[in-house]
């Protein structure tokens, strides 16, 4: 129920801002595929019959992040079964929120040690055994003195003596304040609990949205939240996303050392990674996107969590660089740290992560060149590194990569042609390459790319003249923008007209010669065509009643046109006709 909850809530938060609606309305129809979006639309009951699809303009720059909430909320559907993807377990409580738990009354005055030592001790730091003390465990000690004795090995006694600190709060409330008075010598998970007060202290949980059950009388497997294995004593997951959830991490997370999911997308955590994470070693899920962590991603401790598969740190404020220890994340299908303050190159070593499904590392400063060995990964499908200072020719291997759906380098310092295998990528919805150095002729192979729907090749170098056959087998093309390419030379393709779904066509400042097709008219849902700044002649065909009533915008200035404008396009700006706004 928590997943379908978390794609609802995305949904809805797309919803809310013009382009999250129209990114919600031009996904509401799509045919099936690997995403299969319908289907999962349909699945979470967010809309119970299929509707028209809304083919507002594309917004490149103001729809990215929307896509990628997308992305998340089709995975969370299309993995949910098998929980690996993202790991959102169906056992986790929705009920409504209770009453917040209050902060129990602390002691002024604790003996800052026990004057006597427990009898238990771990068998290893930072990880209890999963047996309880023996029945005599308080022989010669009190309760205190030996919850003290235990946790100090997880936290410095500084720390769990001092009552302005998380830790001394979460050691407080143990011993003074927790409603379920656990026996400490038959409690089999004293550390872990102890460890989750911590973090319920640290992260400012009486502020959360919901903390149903946290600091309750029943086990912290019933907390909201959390979930536990079939053992139902040690944490699985910890599931916190949306909950507005602050404060910063702290190191006492290490006693979740059994946990595969650990999510926390959506909060305002700030503050370092602590180096407690790094005991986490069978996560599977770290997912740390949308809040304010700083300093390193790819730490010492991130990099010790080996069985991960997605790791998630987009839109916080991490630093650094992405190191060669890379490769220890093998196991990697989510790559994903975009929107963050990353520097340097990316290392060869990533090859190594061969099962990696998607890199999203978009909105950082990465440069040089990308590794020749980059793309070569069987089960690639997404790959947004835009907005960086990437520089050099593209691997061919990356046009080998046959599950690709999307193909986002634009905004960087690329250059190079693109190869005429790019024609086997046959999955390929987006490809923009736009705002690079990229030159040489587009190769007609693209049109084999039956899935297009975004060709934006903008402000490169490129050559040549466009084929006619670019655009006859393509039926899902909605924009292409291939303008400010001054080498682009001939005549518009007629075909360009024939596309059934165009919504946006941008061929303005190119070095076109001709006349204006007259079948340019003719696609049913043709809201824009720039077509300014060329060397076209003639004049402006007429629009027959009932074409173009989408049309927008219509720019055509400095060419060599003659004539008047017909009034059959000028007529498109009554409301009672069309809906043209600028024409030039």
């Known amino acids: 129920m928590l997943r379908g909850m978390h794609v609802i809530l995305l949904l809805f938060a797309l919803s809310k801002t013009k382009a999250g609606s129209n990114l919600l309305n031009k996904v509401k129809l799509e045919q099936s595929g690997n995403l299969r979006r319908k289907r999962i639309l349909k699945s979470f009951k967010i809309v119970e019959e299929s509707k028209e699809k809304d083919e507002e303009e594309l917004d490149v720059k103001s729809e990215d992040h929307l896509e990628d909430l997308w992305s998340r909320a089709v995975a969370v559907s299309e993995y949910g079964i098998g929980e690996r993807f993202l790991g959102y377990s169906m056992s986790l409580p929705t009920r409504s929120p209770t009453k917040r738990p209050s902060e129990p009354t602390l002691s002024p005055v604790r003996s800052p040690n026990p004057t006597s030592n427990p009898t238990y001790t771990p068998t290893v730091s930072n990880v209890p055994t999963t047996e309880g003390p023996t029945a005599d465990c308080l022989s010669g000690t009190t309760r205190e003195e030996y919850l003290i004795g235990i946790l100090s090995q997880i936290t410095d006694p500084p720390l769990i003596n001092d009552l302005a600190t998380p830790q001394g709060k979460a050691f407080e409330w143990i011993v003074n304040g927790d409603p379920l008075d656990f026996d400490p010598c038959t409690y089999p998970t004293i550390e872990q609990r102890y460890g989750l007060a911590v973090f319920f202290y640290a992260t400012e949980?009486?502020?959360?949205?919901?903390?149903?059950?946290?600091?309750?009388?029943?086990?912290?497997?019933?907390?909201?939240?959390?979930?536990?294995?079939?053992?139902?004593?040690r944490v699985q997951r910890l599931q916190l996303p949306l909950n507005s959830v602050?404060?910063?991490?702290?190191?006492?997370?290490?006693?979740l050392y059994e946990a595969l999911r650990f999510d926390l997308f959506g909060n305002t955590i700030a503050g370092t990674l602590p180096s407690g994470l790094g005991n986490?070693?069978?996560?599977?899920?770290?997912?740390?996107?949308?809040?304010a962590f700083t300093g390193l991603i790819f730490s010492t401790e991130v990099l010790a969590l080996t069985n991960?598969?997605?790791l998630r740190g987009s839109f916080n404020k991490f630093t650094g660089s992405i190191p060669v220890e890379i490769a220890r994340l093998s196991k990697l299908e989510q790559l994903w740290f975009a929107d963050n303050f990353i520097t340097g190159s990316i290392p060869s070593e990533i090859s190594d992560l061969s099962s990696l499904e998607s890199i999203f590392g978009y909105r950082n400063t990465l440069s040089s060149t990308l590794p020749s060995a980059f793309g070569g990964f069987a089960n690639l499908t997404q790959v947004r590194l835009y907005e960086n200072r990437l520089e050099g020719t593209v691997p061919a291997d990356l046009f080998r990569s046959s599950l690709l759906e999307t193909i986002r380098l634009d905004n960087n310092e690329l250059t190079g042609t693109i190869p005429r295998i790019i024609g086997d990528l046959g999955l390929v919805e987006d490809l923009r390459l736009f705002n690079n150095r990229f030159f040489g002729s587009i190769p007609s192979e693209i049109g084999n790319l039956l899935?297009?729907?975004?060709?934006?090749?903008?402000?490169?170098?490129?050559s040549g003249t466009l084929s006619d056959s670019l655009f006859q087998t393509n039926s899902t093309l909605r924009f292409i923008d291939l303008s400010n390419n001054r080498f682009i030379s001939g005549t518009i393709p007629p075909s360009l007209f024939t596309l059934p779904f165009i919504r946006n066509i941008y061929l303005a400042n190119c070095t076109l010669t001709g006349t204006i097709p007259q079948t340019y008219?003719?696609?049913?849902?043709?809201?824009?065509l720039f077509i300014d700044g060329n060397n076209l002649e003639g004049t402006v065909p007429e629009v027959a009643p009932g074409e173009l009533t989408e049309f927008n915008e219509f720019l055509l200035q400095n060419n060599q046109i003659t004539g008047t404008m017909p009034a059959s396009v000028c007529?498109?700006?009554?409301?009672?006709?069309?809906?043209?706004?600028?024409?030039?």
Do not use: H, Y
């Open 451 to 462: 899935r297009l729907e975004n060709l934006i090749l903008n402000n490169n170098f490129f």
């Open 280 to 291: 986490l070693t069978k996560l599977e899920l770290l997912d740390l996107e949308e809040n």
């Open 308 to 310: 991960l598969l997605n």
């Open 571 to 584: 007529s498109l700006r009554d409301d009672t006709i069309g809906s043209l706004e600028d024409l030039w």
């Open 521 to 528: 008219s003719t696609p049913p849902n043709l809201r824009d």
């Open 205 to 233: 949980g009486a502020s959360w949205t919901n903390n149903e059950q946290w600091l309750g009388a029943a086990g912290e497997c019933t907390w909201f939240g959390v979930s536990c294995g079939d053992s139902e004593i």
């Open 246 to 255: 602050s404060g910063t991490m702290p190191n006492e997370v290490s006693t």
